[in-house]
């Protein structure tokens, strides 16, 4: 059961801008959300869907319909089977059974327990040919036999459609009254546009929205390692689809772009992105939440914060046995993790900036130590010896300290009854210190600690072991950055790190994340909800949502590396900057942070974000249905934010402090100022700033070009 948050004065209940749009009638609508990803786990917009579902359903109730591919074992481990409560549901159903098409029909076992119709690809590609000519008549789009993806997609779109149009005309059938029951349609992703696309060139009447979380060919363009953002404007994209060969799914996707009564994105730069490469600017912006109660710990964070360290603290002593010449106490953990996208996720400029620096730590002589990990998953066989070895020396030693412990207990215990200080040195006999110098033996080590965990089977042109080699990080005794690379992601059931995900990120103390092309960034948000500080970038949609929200991110634990207008190289420069400040921090200044950080929770919050679906809906049917459902089109977006203050108290950066030179992270200064996290709190919610339509530029500030109004 997901822990509740408390309504302290960290809350921002009660600051939250009104929803003034006029509330759907939902008793009279029928909602379908359609994703490749509904009970698949296969990326980001899993995540979206399924944290999302509980607000959505809360809202929508029994209405409220999610659709998708059928894959057994997903229906079997993940969907309770009944009947459809809706009779338009089950008559659709029942006709596209009759004519050889499997259905399934469920609740999704997650939050909010809401419905979900699975359809069996295979069961209906007999029709694919026949779907293809229809495809081609309908809109001129011609898809290779080749690409499974795309024609598994078109299999699905035709079904969907398919079985709107069944829905459509049951609902017209039963309309005595004139109020049938209208039907919206959200489809996410080009996988779920053949739906869309079918949809409306049949003149199915339904309220369409189609969201695109990342463009197609932005993701294959910015994999290529071109300046993706300053030359927007001059791609001839027609010839980069082409020559990438996936000139069909482009146009599958700016088809359903277009065909769309309303158009959404997930940020402000994807937006931008869309309006080159899909020829249409977005209507509205839907930014990526969370379900906080999943992640809130009842301000226990701090604690949990410091029980998972000391379990991470325990797989660095094992993996740096014979090495362990730096203090655990006085170490930093930082981490990257994602998908295994070098260029995109910024695993370049971040292993650039850690040699940076490694050279600024030594060079001011810091006793702080930077273990950093990278979280990404590889072409792997197995563990590597070495990395197994050294978590069973690491063992060994527990016992055997524990075996003397015990004996020595026993024997102070004995003596202290008798009313004598014992002899220390016939405490322990011979004995005891030969199974001692056994184990200090044992702990000797001739090689250098392993930079990967497992055997990599693309050692030699691995981008991240390669740049290593570069950079010349090899956890030798004089680096101050020491580097683990752990190419799988991580389970509680690994015999060399056994931590959930969750686990692990609470426990570190800060998420490196520069990425280059990241369309919303779910990495740093799950960091900020549960307190832990990140490293973001103004080209990702999380880092561009924080500096519209926060008049000093960086305060708040949020570091934004300007990789949009800034040279690759300053942008380096900034992210060093950003990291060796963060290593500059005393113990309690980073404790203020994480409490300042853990406070952005409700920022991103679907209780607070999931309104720009609202106003997206709404628009689509005041757009399909203008007779019914009335929306002024020149009216302003709805869709408001507030803007978080600089917080009352110092800054926790010690670039703003009187100190010249870095000082030990466990020394309190005595005239530190007083900090009572409530007050401040409470200052920050006074000094909230009006609400502000999002997307607007800042007054005094220029917009830049290419730069979207939405």
Not at 365 to 391: C, H, W, Y
């Amino acid at each position: 059961m997901p822990l509740s948050r408390s309504l302290s004065m960290t809350s921002l209940s009660g600051v939250l801008p009104a929803w003034e749009e006029d509330e759907l009638p939902v008793e009279d609508l029928l909602l379908f959300e359609v994703a490749w990803e509904v009970t698949n786990k296969v990326g980001g917009i899993y995540t979206v869907i399924q944290t999302k579902a509980r607000i959505t359903t809360d809202e929508w109730g029994e209405n409220y319909y999610m659709m998708g591919p059928y894959f057994e074992h997903n229906f079997k481990t993940q969907v309770e089977g009944c009947e459809p409560p809706n009779p338009a549901i089950r008559k659709a159903m029942d006709s596209l059974i009759h004519n050889g098409c499997q259905v399934h029909f469920g609740r999704w076992l997650i939050e909010g327990s809401p419905y979900v119709i699975l359809f069996d690809i295979g069961s209906a590609a007999w029709n694919l040919d026949r779907w293809k000519g229809d495809l081609w008549d309908t809109c001129n789009i011609g898809l290779p036999y080749h690409d499974r993806e795309a024609n598994d997609s078109l299999i699905l779109g035709s079904l969907i459609a398919w079985f709107f149009k069944e829905v459509s005309c049951f609902l017209c059938t039963i309309d005595h009254l004139g109020d049938k029951p209208n039907i919206i349609g959200h489809f996410h992703e080009w996988q779920a546009g053949p739906g869309l696309i079918l949809a409306r060139s049949r003149k199915i009447p339904m309220a369409t929205v189609f969201t695109t979380h990342a463009t197609l060919l932005g993701r294959y363009l910015c994999a290529g390692n071109v300046d993706f953002y300053n030359n927007l404007d001059k791609f001839d994209i027609d010839k980069e689809a082409g020559e990438r060969q996936i000139y069909h799914r482009y146009c599958l996707e700016r088809a359903a772009v277009h065909c769309s009564h309303v158009f959404t994105t997930v940020s402000q730069i994807t937006a931008v992105e869309a309006n080159h490469m899909l020829h249409r600017k977005p209507d509205v912006v839907t930014p990526n939440g969370l379900n906080v109660k999943k992640f809130s710990a009842m301000h226990e964070f701090q604690n949990l914060h410091s029980t998972n360290k000391v379990r991470i603290q325990e797989f660095v002593r094992g993996h740096f046995y014979g090495h362990l010449d730096f203090n655990l106490d006085k170490t930093l953990f930082f981490f990257i993790a994602g998908r295994y996208e070098f260029s995109n996720k910024g695993a370049d400029i971040f292993l650039e900036s850690l040699s940076r620096l490694n050279y600024l730590l030594r060079v001011h002589r810091n006793d702080m130590t930077v273990v950093v990990f990278f979280i990404m998953p590889a072409k792997t066989n197995n563990f590597n010896v070495e990395s197994l070895k050294g978590q069973a020396v690491r063992k060994q030693l527990w016992d055997t300290a524990h075996t003397v412990k015990e004996k020595f207990g026993k024997k102070l215990y004995g003596a202290l009854l008798k009313g004598q200080i014992p002899d220390m040195n016939s405490i322990l006999d011979r004995d005891d210190f030969t199974i001692m110098k056994r184990a200090i033996y044992a702990t000797q080590r001739h090689s250098l600690p392993p930079v990967t965990t497992h055997n990599m089977l693309e050692d030699s042109t691995d981008p991240i072991l390669s740049n290593v080699r570069r950079i010349g990080l090899f956890n030798s005794r004089n680096d101050r950055v020491k580097i683990i690379f752990h190419p799988e992601f991580l389970s509680s059931t690994s015999p060399l790190l056994p931590m959930d995900y969750e686990d692990f990120v609470r426990g570190c103390n800060l998420g490196v994340f520069p990425s280059y092309y990241e369309p919303w960034g779910y990495t740093p948000g799950e960091c900020t909800v549960m307190g832990i500080p990140s490293v973001t970038t103004n080209l990702s949609g999380f880092g561009c949502f924080m500096e519209e929200h926060i008049s000093d991110p960086a305060a708040y634990g949020i570091y934004i590396v300007d990789r949009r207008f800034r040279a690759p190289e300053e942008s380096c420069n900034q992210l060093t900057q950003f990291m060796f400040s963060f290593c500059q921090q005393s113990r309690r200044q980073r404790i203020i942070q994480r409490n300042r950080t853990e406070r952005l929770s409700d920022l991103l919050d679907w209780r607070y974000l999931g309104r720009f679906y609202i106003h997206a809906r709404h628009l689509a049917l005041s757009r399909a249905f203008p007779d019914k459902f009335k929306m002024d089109p020149m009216a302003p977006l709805r869709t408001e934010g507030f803007r978080y203050p600089r917080p009352y108290s110092v800054p926790p950066s010690p670039s703003a402090s009187l100190h010249s030179t870095p000082h030990h992270s466990d020394v309190e200064d005595e005239d530190d100022e007083p900090y009572d996290e409530d007050e401040e709190a409470e200052r920050d919610r006074l000094n909230i700033k009006p609400p502000f339509v999002l997307g607007a530029v800042p007054e005094g500030k220029k917009k830049q070009p290419g730069e979207s109004g939405n």
